[in-house]
T-cell receptor, first 116, second 108 residues
């Protein structure tokens, strides 16, 4: 149980285009999902908290107009990187809090974005 | 905001040797979680510690939470090649703050 999927697993796009990444909880409902960004050989940095039915909460320094988050249902959150530039190239990972004991997070497999 | 530091940043060990990574915070932590991320993969939850001085074991892995709840350690006994990856500590009640990670490589 507690499987989180992400699509696509990798994407290459031209500078200036927008890219949408989907995060789905496959066997449980997630009122809250999280979006992280991880640059090579670095730790995970929380970008935003995605709340079902309400606006996302962004961490300091993350541009909400550039990284659009939509949590349309209890099993789906999307992150759209708008007008992507090479510096946006990174590994984007979503997670959802499980429904078991504690507050362990279940991570999606990640999406590797390369902006040319 | 809360910062969680990990040392060492990198560790290369001979297969069969032990390995330890340390996690330190300047503030008291409500809990500590440990995750493992294989190269090219995503973080996988290992364990959560909540109580002061708590010690938990998973086969060759031993996790400790400091008495002051400001530090934690993960110790692996007799490393195997399957232990390769980056180990992160993290803390938070809902939003997690991740440590800087320790990248473990094993020399066969």
């Amino acid at each position: 149980g507690a499987v989180v999927s992400q699509h696509p697993s990798w994407v290459i796009c031209k500078s200036g285009t927008s890219v949408k990444i989907e995060c789905r909880s496959l066997d449980f409902q997630a009122t809250t999902m999280f979006w992280y960004r991880q640059f090579p050989k670095q730790s995970l940095m929380l970008m935003a908290t995605s709340n079902e039915g309400s606006k996302a909460t962004y961490e300091q320094g993350v541009e909400k107009d550039k990284f659009l988050i939509n949590h349309a249902s209890l099993t789906l959150s999307t992150l759209t990187v708008t007008s992507a530039h090479p510096e946006d190239s990174s590994f984007y990972i979503c997670s959802a809090v499980g429904q078991g004991e504690g507050n362990e997070q279940f991570f999606g497999p990640g999406t590797r974005l390369t902006v040319l | 905001g809360q910062q969680v530091m990990q040392i060492p940043q990198y560790q290369h060990v001979q297969e069969g040797e032990d390995f330890t990574t340390y996690c330190n915070s300047s503030t008291t932590l409500s809990n500590i979680q440990w995750y493992k991320q294989r190269p090219g993969g995503h973080p996988v939850f290992l364990i959560q510690l909540v109580k002061s001085g708590e010690v938990k074991k998973q086969k060759r892995l031993t996790f400790q939470f400091g008495e002051a709840k400001k530090n934690s350690s993960l110790h692996i006994t007799a490393t195997q090649t399957t232990d390769v990856g980056t180990y992160f500590c993290a803390s938070g009640n809902e939003k997690l703050t991740f440590g800087t990670g320790t990248r473990l490589t094993i020399i066969p």
